[in-house]
């Protein structure tokens, strides 16, 4: 078997429809050799139809990751689909929720409830998730890849989702200093805005998403996933063994850009 990932075991979390980065995440592992299972969470029966449009239909895992529960018997899960002795060799990270009153220009009026909610679902959940999953990663490493929206900056309506977003990369680096010794590597992708589910729950998101269409300088197509999800499945690949505790910007340069 060829591929950039070839004979390498992935889980990809966040999938809910094929215009979702995540998705297209698994798509491209699969056609570069991995064998994927995906994670769902409350519309599962929505995640199976979704993982029947994949090349290989993929097995869907239910996973709350407020659930502790959920967390404690996913390596068994998984390990009832890959078989008892798996291991796995990379984990996708695309999760995120924000209460509405935590976004939509409401920052100063948020109670400290939703901003928890905020912050355990979009950054806690990076590191619950990854020791969750640490006895399957730490056979022979792997590549923990989440996904980011560039948290340098304020942006318009995005209020304590971006703040959620700021603690997920600074998780990221604390993981990646404490698991290198497992040969773990742990880094996120920050993509531009993509028209997914998750971005019609983001009140104001086309006023955020406009930005994208005057300041990339090489562009940036709203509608097309695949460039973010190809900078993650390089992340998974072993084409960057020593990177770690990065922030890759897949976003058409705009994150580099000035007034």
């Not at 529960?69 to 995120?96: F, K, N, Q, Y």
């Not at 977003?165 to 290198?180: I, N, V």
């Not at 742990?186 to 531009?192: K, R």
Request: aromatic share 6%.
């Amino acid at each position: 078997m060829s591929g950039l990932l070839a004979g390498k075991r992935i889980l990809v979390t966040g999938v809910l429809t094929d215009a979702s980065i995540a998705f297209h995440v698994a798509r491209l592992a699969q056609e570069e050799g991995a064998e994927v299972v995906l994670t769902g969470f409350g519309r599962l029966s929505l995640v199976q139809r979704i993982a029947r449009r994949l090349p290989k239909e993929a097995p869907v895992i239910e996973l709350d990751v407020q659930n502790q529960e959920h967390l404690t018997g996913l390596a068994d899960a998984i390990r009832g689909h890959l078989g008892a002795d798996a291991s796995l060799d990379g984990v996708v990270h695309s999760i995120g929720f924000a209460p509405q009153d935590a976004l939509g220009g409401n920052f100063l009026n948020t109670p400290w409830e939703s901003v928890a909610t905020a912050v355990e679902v979009s950054a806690y959940s990076l590191k619950s998730l990854t020791m969750a999953l640490l006895p399957l990663l730490r056979t022979r490493g792997g590549s923990v890849v989440g996904m980011d929206f560039d948290a340098q900056v304020a942006w318009p309506k995005y209020d304590w989702m971006g703040v959620a977003k700021a603690a997920l990369e600074s998780t990221s680096r604390y993981l990646a200093r404490d698991l290198g010794e497992h040969n773990i590597r742990v880094n996120l992708v920050s993509a531009g805005p993509i028209k997914s589910m998750a971005a019609k729950s983001i009140p104001g998101f086309e006023e955020l998403a406009d930005v994208w269409n005057t300041r990339a300088p090489i562009g940036w197509d709203l509608t097309d996933p695949e460039p973010a999800a190809r900078g993650v499945c390089a992340l998974l690949s072993d084409w960057f063994p020593k990177t770690t505790g990065e922030v890759v910007h897949v976003d058409g340069g705009v994150h580099m850009m000035g007034a």
